[in-house]
């Protein structure tokens, strides 16, 4: 079966610092791959997706990136955190197509400082 | 621009009630509908996924039933019990491919013992 990690659970970081997400899929080949973000009082946004190593595609202009160096690895990442980044930040996976069934993580609680 | 509304945004009813959540969308080209629980600080669960050529999914307890042409789909619990108490979100895939879900705010449901 397969199964999806996202690490670290919960990270405080100040504004300004670096930032690092890593998600990793289990029992699977090619996903696609999701990043999603649920800040307060807003719903789940999209952020990126990305169908293969290398590939992402970014919906939302912002301070983050995120990059697939391996086939079932996603990393979200930023350069300076800004209070505004603080969230829940959620990884999903599916396969490719239209009709697929998204499956997502435990999540990730960044507050920064 | 797809956008999806959860009504209504809370709900507290005793145990043993029958209820109806809802979901609307403004774009009726959509390739698939989910229905997702999330308890708090925890990710998402996938309850009903229904293709877009599908009126009805049932899951135990849970039905979800479709209706595109309007943009409409409720979520109807049965017989609810205190451990249903959780948000639950309702999500369309609007786009092929890999394209990802776009979410509505959720409804946060409460049922008392």
């Known amino acids: 079966s397969q199964t999806i990690h996202q690490w670290p659970a919960t990270l405080v970081q100040p504004v300004g610092s670096p930032l690092s997400l890593e998600c990793t899929v289990e029992g699977t080949s090619n996903p696609n791959l999701y990043w999603y973000r649920q800040a307060a009082g807003r719903g789940l946004q999209l952020l990126f997706y990305?169908?293969?190593?290398?590939?992402i595609s970014s919906e939302v202009p912002q301070n983050l990136s995120a990059s697939r160096p391996q086939d079932r690895q996603f990393i979200l990442s930023s350069k300076k955190l800004l209070l505004s980044d603080s969230g829940f930040y959620l990884c999903a996976w599916s396969v490719y197509g239209g009709w697929s069934e998204q499956y997502f993580g435990p999540g990730t609680r960044l507050t920064v400082t | 621009k797809q956008e999806v509304t959860q009504i209504p945004a809370a709900l507290s009813v005793p145990e043993g009630e029958n209820l109806v959540l809802n979901c609307s969308f403004t774009?009726?080209?959509?390739?698939?509908l989910q229905w997702f629980r999330q308890d708090p600080g925890k990710g998402l669960t996938s309850l009903l996924l229904i293709q877009s050529s599908q009126r009805e999914q049932t899951s135990g307890r849970l039905n979800a039933s479709l209706d595109k042409s309007s943009g409409r789909s409720t979520l109807y619990i049965a017989a609810s019990q205190p451990g249903d108490s959780a948000t639950y979100l309702c999500a369309v895939r609007t786009g092929g491919g890999a394209d990802g879900l776009t979410f509505g705010k959720g409804t946060h449901l409460i049922i008392q013992p």
């Open positions: 774009d009726s080209a959509i390739y698939n």
């Open positions: 990305s169908v293969g190593i290398g590939q």
